[in-house]
């Protein structure tokens, strides 16, 4: 059973607002980042905390409230079609753990 | 640019020892920084096994094996996994990275492709 629980699958029509969310205890505790990867390709890294890195479009943020993470994807555009995945550190397991992935269609 | 590549076995039989390989080109392996390498199967996702810094820190997961480890060749630029005595829970996509930011505030990236290993007899 994952640490971090994420949904299975979310979809949106290009243009659209969606919103991925991460739960897990860690989160508060330590700094969430979030991956995509593209047809099971390497994973790149889009968000840490709500920090996006170098190259990643303005129309991925992040935000935290409790014990969920989120990523917003506003303006959904077809390469956004991927999976996303969430990590933290779990101290009680003492280990990086990843969320189950969440596979984002665009319609 | 830092890039990443994993090299290695594809096929690794039940019992036998695998090493994966990972060079890196744009970076240089002896920095400061953590590596890292995770996997990724379809029945347990990405799972992270292990980061090693070039001072000699490092950190595992419990779900390694008490032989298993790290290696950085600073030489060559690259750093290696080594694991024993590998079963079939061993298969699985491998992927070694870059780990950035500082304790208690690090992400992973760039990513190697990645590098299929399959163990059976």
């Known amino acids: 059973q994952s640490a971090l629980t994420q949904e299975v699958s979310v979809s949106g029509t290009v243009g659209q607002r969606v919103t991925l969310s991460c739960i897990g205890n860690n989160i508060g505790r330590y700094p969430v980042s979030w991956y995509q990867q593209i047809s099971h390709v390497a994973p790149k890294i889009v968000m840490f905390e709500t920090s996006r890195p170098s190259g990643i479009p303005d129309r991925f943020s992040g935000s935290r409230s409790g014990t969920t993470s989120s990523l917003t994807i506003s303006g959904l555009q077809p390469e956004d079609e991927a999976d996303y995945y969430c990590?933290?550190?779990?101290?009680?397991?003492?280990?990086?753990?990843f969320g189950g992935g969440t596979r984002l269609t665009v319609l | 640019q830092v890039h990443l590549r994993e090299s290695g076995p594809g096929l690794v039989k039940p019992s036998e020892t695998l090493s994966l390989t990972c060079s890196i080109s744009?970076?240089?392996?002896?920095?400061?920084?953590?590596w890292g390498w995770f996997r990724q199967t379809p029945g347990k996702g990405l799972e992270w096994l292990a980061s090693l810094h070039p001072d000699g820190t490092s950190f595992y997961s419990p779900s390694l094996r008490r032989r298993d480890m790290m290696s950085l060749d600073t030489s060559n630029n690259q750093f290696s996994l080594t694991l024993t005595s590998v079963t079939a829970a061993d298969t699985a996509t491998y992927y070694c990275a870059k780990i950035g930011g500082v304790s208690g505030r690090r992400w992973f990236g760039p990513w190697g492709q990645g590098i299929l290993v399959t163990v059976s007899s």
């Open positions: 990590s933290t550190w779990d101290t009680s397991r003492r280990t990086w753990v």
């Open positions: 744009g970076y240089n392996v002896g920095s400061d920084t953590f």
